[in-house]
């Protein structure tokens, strides 16, 4: 991978929550990068930290009780985690822009869907406010809403929660970021519109050519959009893999348990399977490999149950942290 | 389709309209802000509702004007407001309709900011150029007498300073429809006059005290941690002192004005609205549409006083209703120790002091019309706040 063709690259960010019961160490050591143009995915289960991932790269994980431990957030060329607060809001909005899970109550009950969006026009794009307004008019018909004219007066409980979602993503793409982080975009939304939503963004990544980090918990959406995948669990990635290589081969004993829990077309009459227990609580992590309760090699061994294992390039573009990962010993 | 659900078809129906729908849905809150308003007008229009001079009167053939040309200071700059205030009101309502949306926040600030400007500038003005007139011309007398025709008076025709020793401490009858108090003024006359003190302590006060502690609980629930935690302890503090002693205390120290009081009001209760802002800004940090204001990268300000302030505001809202009754309270009580306005001013508070008279007799038309006063006006506010609680949340009145 040449470095070129990075715009963000996360290096070894630890992230962890203070609070009476502990220290919650939510992300420990996450690396990847995002390659211009592409789609990223990060899956994982809730609580393992993709969402505490996303907030770090924005630089809005709440400050007490969270802290960003260590690690480099590099986005073309700028150490984001070196950044003022005030050099930082300029990136933000305008370089990076966030679209959340839940569209519902994403926008401000108070104002227009237009004041809003045009208030994040006027303050990156320096345009007057009448400017801005028709703006964001044109940024409601690029996202899809019939009547944009209308619709930009309208108070958000007016609208449904997919167009809801679509205010959020033409607020977020309305300065033309290079990066677009979509946490859980589509799940508090119904089958039908997640999928036009998923092509929504789709057709504005080709028109923009602008990269997207998508978080998920749905692998379905994992194998028809993104590029490259990267696995979380309790707090550490555990495989990074282009999508194709990662549904055809997983190597980490959790990938293959998730995606034998993934019902198929064509195979019927099997019980799907599970994997067995529960994500670990953060405050209470268990030693070794955070999967070895549960997983099936790692819960008889002894190296799994006493040393975690780092993330590893076992071959080009594959990362993978198990012991018992084919090439993992060598590398 | 109306012409009206045409309108609100396409412009929608914001929040304050909703609150407003809800709120006149209840009887009991028109009827109370009918009294309130109509407590506004009685105190804006005070010097034509009673007074000694007549509207017109011939003199020798020749008419004049004495109410007018008698009009103090204070009664234009409270004219002089009422109606910059009512244009502004008239202009909100306005903006909604002929404002593009995009520009109309900055509109209403720049609206207001003339508003005030005017106001300040002409309050400035008036005091400056308009000289204070004392026309102790007896014309009722002249009339009577058959030196002047053709009087028109105010229907309470009784100035609040007036003393006239004769006519001291009547009871109620057709002269004077409440009575007189200790000096021999017309009861009715005083409680219209105290109207404007009342209302105006209750304003001022709540006004500061609002402005103080939406600063003071933004900043504090918005940041949190430690600042939080030094800023919660002087509220304590603040809190743990008798406001009332602290108030009089202070009073006995400063010169018995009206606008001291309120300042004194003001900065001593505002601690009830800081923990109501810190508490609703604890709550809106973690929402959603917050953090994606912040992922927008918007300027502090904008956060915490465009999205986070309109919709945590509703507590201010309705604690200053009760606030302004209070205030009135507070007042009330100070001038019936005897620390608040110092005569002939009128405030209800001192005309209640005046029931127990220096003569040991009980006058129950001196105690009883200013407490009417007072207890109607502060339950009618109360009333006010409570309709409008209820019409923000709902939920409330279900539980209730």
Redesign the interface.
Known sequence: MSEDGVLLSVKGVSVSFFSEEGVAKAVQEVSFSVKRGGTFALVGESGCGKSVTALSIMRLVPEPPGKIMSGDIIFEKTKLLALSEKQMRGIRGHKIAMIFQEPMTSLNPVYTVGNQIAEAIELHQQKKPSEAWASSVEMLEKVGIADPEQRVREYPHQMSGGMQQRVMIAMAVSCEPTLLIADEPTTALDVTIQAQILDLLDELQGQTGMSILMITHNLGIVAERANDVAVMYASRIVEVAETKGLFAEPLHPYTQGLLKSLPRLGFSGERLQTIAGIVPDPLHFPAGCKFHPRCPIGCNDRRCQTLEPKLKEVRPGRCVACWHAPGYEAG | MNKESQEK???????GELVWGEFVKSRLNVVCLIFVIFLFLVAIFAPFLANDKPFLIRINGQLHFPIFKNLRSTDYCIFLAAIVGIFELLLIGRNRRRI????R??VLWRQIFISSSIILIGTVLIFVFIPRRLDATDYKGMVASGKATDAIFAPIPYGYGRTNLKLREQPPNREHWLGTDDVGSDVLCRLIHGSRISLSVGFVAVGISSIIGVVVGAILGYF??KVDFVGMRIVEIMMAIPVFFLIITIVAFFPRSLLNIMIIIGITSWTGNARFIRAEFFKL?K???V?????????LR?ILF??ML??GIAPVLVNATFGIAGAIFIEAALSFLGFGVAPPTPSWGQMLSLGVSTTGRFLWWLTLFPGLAIFFTVMAYNLVGEGLRDAIDPRLRKAA
């Open positions: 078809a396409k412009w929608g129906t914001s929040y593009a949306p995009s520009i926040g900055r949190g941690g940090r929402q959603d549409f953090q994606a204001a912040l992922s927008l990268g918007l300027p904008s465009r999205h309109p919709n």
